[in-house]
Nanobody, 126 residues
Framework: EVQLQASGGGLVQAGGSLRLSCAAS????????MCWFRQAPGKEREGVSC????????YYVHSVKGRFTISGDNAKNTVYLQMNSLKPEDTALYYC???????????????????WGQGTQVTVSS
């Protein structure tokens, strides 16, 4: 059974940092891409950052480039999202998700991801 357990959210002031973790089980980590999505109230869920640990491919949505860093630990089957210089507009429920990775391109859209963890809330105060 595929399970994704997200953690690490919280309340932080603007300019602060948080690190999200997503522990995965039930599948071979190397065969999958992992992605962080977020959804703010009244907005659509968007892809924030994705990684394929097998070859190091990464994706970042433009609004977080230079501030967020995604990484994976294959030994722990865990993906991390280090979020620095947080802004109030980063406030959202953050989800991790996984999808089979073909090695041809890194999926980053909602419909391409099959398995989802529960969300972890990130709130950035101004």
């Amino acid at each position: 059974e595929v399970q994704l357990q997200a953690s690490g959210g919280g309340l932080v002031q603007a300019g602060g940092s948080l690190r999200l973790s997503c522990a995965a089980s039930g599948f071979t980590f190397d065969d999958y891409a992992m992605c962080w999505f977020r959804q703010a109230p009244g907005k659509e869920r968007e892809g924030v950052s994705c990684i394929a640990s097998s070859d190091g491919s990464t994706y970042y949505v433009h609004s977080v480039k230079g501030r967020f860093t995604i990484s994976g630990d294959n030994a722990k089957n865990t993906v991390y999202l280090q979020m620095n210089s947080l802004k109030p507009e980063d406030t959202a429920l953050y989800y991790c998700a996984s999808a089979r990775y073909s090695g041809r391109y890194l999926p980053s859209s909602l419909s391409e991801y099959d398995y989802w963890g529960q969300g972890t809330q990130v709130t950035v105060s101004s």
